[in-house]
């Protein structure tokens, strides 16, 4: 059991499977497993089918999300079942919801319609066009708004570390931005499996629209402090969480930033809660005494 | 520029190996100059770029990220021996790399 300051931090999507352990621990599987048939019953019967070995769902926008949220709220689970409990919660990008469920903010169900009632205002708000994100690996922020200058509608949208950014906007322009990207020397440029513009001014109009979803739920006050990937701050109230959730859709993240003021704040193990490596990745860069664990490696340590 | 000395292959070359099999999750024995980094080790880009900072930082180079990456563009990488090449390459000629040309 860690004697450190803990973070449960969720990632937003799935990129593959293959280096999951997760699966391989009984306890966890089950309880997946029961998230999954819960969540088929309430949102989609499809995920009834669902399998890691299968590389299931990974170019489905919406179920991806949907198997993130559950991988997030099964694993927190567990660990918590294990005595292992978060000082601190943090969602990257759309992790939020898993974060908030494992918070006690909102139930399970709540989550999932969030996710549902998100992604159908987005569709309808991006249905006019063709849009997506970008990865820019291996050029400084300002290489990067040097290359925007003439492509105004692109935005960065996050910043993993000093050398790795996320920028959101149209398709064309992205792939414009890639290629300038590609000509001014970045190890790698390349868009992302998405055709949201999440976290840019894009959704604001579908952010608005979300929020009248989100002002009907009855959110409770946070149990466990989640700190804002927007903003840094601390929220705890059901004010504070409906504002992040609506503002999450359209405002810019700094993964970067929320990582350094954890440190900061005294977290020496962050565990992922999620099946991917990419949290963990970006984490090689900010130099200081912690840990970044995945689920299997607390269990199995 | 750094100075090159007999045994800077070597190191450069223990560090290359010892980077990936703690990065990769695989034992050294099992990594040699033919591995290609991406198919064998399921490398990325951000492993790249790490470990340019950690040559950056043992032998003080003055270079800029981007200069490499536009090398790499010339001269793409795929097993650790390319790779411990190239990093010679950015030791010796730092951000002269690009008039090797």
Redesign the interface.
């Given at each position: 059991m860690p004697e450190t300051a803990t973070a449960f931090v969720f990632p937003a999507f799935v990129r593959d499977y293959?280096?999951d352990k997760s699966p391989q621990i009984d306890s966890f599987y089950s309880h997946f497993q029961h998230l999954l048939k819960r969540a088929s019953r309430i949102v989609d019967p499809d995920l009834l089918y669902f399998h890691p070995k299968n590389q299931d769902f990974l170019d489905h926008e919406l179920r991806t999300q949907y198997v993130a949220f559950i991988y997030g709220c099964a694993i927190s689970d567990i660990l918590q079942q294990k005595g292992i409990h978060p000082t601190l919660l943090s969602g990257y990008s759309m992790g939020i919801y898993a974060a908030l469920v494992q918070g006690g903010a909102i139930s399970f169900e709540q989550g999932l319609m969030l996710i549902l009632h998100a992604f159908q205002e987005i569709s309808y708000t991006t249905m006019t066009g063709r849009f997506g994100m970008a990865g820019i690996?291996?050029?400084?922020e300002n290489?990067i708004q040097t290359i925007l200058e003439s492509l105004p509608e692109v935005e960065i949208t996050n910043r993993n570390s000093s050398?790795?950014f996320v920028l959101s906007g149209r398709q064309q322009d992205l792939e414009q931005a890639i290629d300038a990207a590609?000509a001014?020397?970045?190890?790698?440029a390349r868009m992302l499996n998405v055709t949201v513009p999440y976290h840019s001014h894009l959704l604001k109009s579908a952010a608005l629209q979300f929020a009248k979803f989100v002002y009907t739920l009855d959110i409770r006050s946070l149990t466990v402090p989640l700190i804002s990937v927007l903003n840094q701050e601390i929220l705890n109230s059901p004010e504070d969480v409906k504002t992040e959730l609506v503002e999450n859709l359209y405002k810019h993240f700094n993964w970067f930033a929320t990582q350094l003021k954890m440190l900061e704040m005294g977290i020496g193990l962050f565990i992922v809660c999620g099946p991917g490596k990419s949290l963990k990745?970006?984490a090689?860069?900010i130099a200081g005494e912690y840990r970044f664990l995945s689920m299997d490696e607390v269990v199995n340590h | 520029m750094a100075q090159i000395m007999e045994n800077t292959r070597y190191e450069v070359k223990e560090v290359v190996y010892e980077f990936f099999a703690e990065e990769c999750e695989v034992p050294v024995s099992e990594i040699s100059d033919q591995t290609n980094i991406i198919k064998d080790l399921d490398g990325d880009s951000l492993m790249f770029l790490e470990l340019i900072e950690i040559f950056k930082k043992k032998y003080s180079l003055d270079i800029e990220l981007k200069t490499i990456g536009k090398y790499a563009v010339k001269h793409p990488v795929e097993t650790i021996g390319q790779l411990i090449d190239m990093q010679m390459l950015i030791i010796e000629h730092e951000n002269d790399i690009l008039e090797l040309d």
């Open positions: 293959h280096n690996i291996g050029l400084s290489d050398y790795s590609h001014e020397g970045a190890f790698h990745k970006n090689r860069f | -």
